[in-house]
């Protein structure tokens, strides 16, 4: 049976807890840089969802999304700082010169930011960026459709990536388009993810009705259920606070499996 059905509030959030105190006493902590991704790529929004959504039975007040502005160079610097040890530089380096042959860690990751920051500025070949296409799908990981929503973006995303044989770093790079609904996942997570049931590969949707049915027996609303995360009260800086809600769904959900 997966975790998810068995577990009580309190167990999910003091594994969250053991996930960020084992990422602070890494090298390069990546909690910390959270809350500048949310001030810097991110706004808080009203939901696209109809009245009877089951986010707004849990009195959901609106959603993450990435800003419709975004340059790319500002969404490299934090998911440099999120996903690959702070080195903006040396990935911004790399891309920079087309015909670098990238190896070791940044085998899969390179070729992945290169082909989406030659598309980034015009995705559609009709002058709209990424980021602003990505920017309409105003949902939640709870909402009723969300994955269904912004498969047609995901999977154009995933057939440029595909020379990302293992998926991590477009994980990655899905989730930070959709902070509230698409959750990443590492090669440690993914194995938790498939050893309980799921399918990583997903990115969350196959382990939705799991976390609606945990919501619901614990009884929690939105805001408790992204306050299982312990980050933006421990660890975060605590001024100025975040116009929106304290975290994403998909940090909540991610940091369950990232130990």
């Known amino acids: 049976m997966p975790i998810i059905h ?6 999910w959030k003091a594994i969250v807890f053991d996930s960020n105190t084992n990422a602070m006493k890494k090298t390069h902590k990546y909690p ?17 969802c109809n009245a009877d959504c089951f986010c707004k039975t849990i009195h959901n007040q609106g959603a993450w999304v990435i800003k ?23 990935l911004s380096n790399m891309l920079n010169h087309q015909y670098f042959i990238a190896e070791g860690r940044y085998k899969n990751l390179v070729p992945v930011l290169r082909v989406i920051k030659l598309k980034w500025n015009n995705w559609d070949g009709q002058g709209n960026s990424l980021a602003k296409l990505a920017n309409q799908y105003k949902y939640t990981h709870l909402c009723d459709g969300s994955f269904e929503k912004i498969q047609g973006l995901v ?8 020379v990302d044989t293992t998926g991590v770093y477009t994980s990655k790079l899905i989730s930070q388009l ?18 309980d049931g ?36 421990q660890i975060w800086e605590s001024q100025p606070k975040l116009n929106g809600e ?10 369950l499996f990232y130990k």
């Open 6 to 11: 068995s577990l009580r509030a309190q167990a």
């Open 32 to 48: 910390l840089f959270e809350k500048a991704f949310f001030e810097s790529c991110l706004d808080y929004v009203d939901t696209n």
């Open 68 to 90: 419709a502005d975004l340059k790319f160079d500002t969404f490299l610097e934090h998911y440099a700082n999120l996903w690959a040890r702070g080195q903006f530089n040396t």
């Open 155 to 162: 999977e154009q995303i995933k057939e440029l990536c595909s």
């Open 178 to 195: 959709f902070p509230d609904i698409a959750v990443p996942f590492d090669t440690a997570s993914s194995q938790h993810m498939t050893q």
């Open 198 to 233: 799921y399918n990583s590969l997903s990115y969350g949707k196959s382990m939705k009705t799991d976390i609606k049915k945990f919501i619901q027996s614990n009884n929690l609303s939105m805001r408790e259920f992204r306050a299982l995360d312990n980050a933006p009260s």
């Open 246 to 255: 304290f975290t994403s769904c998909s940090r909540v959900i991610d940091k």
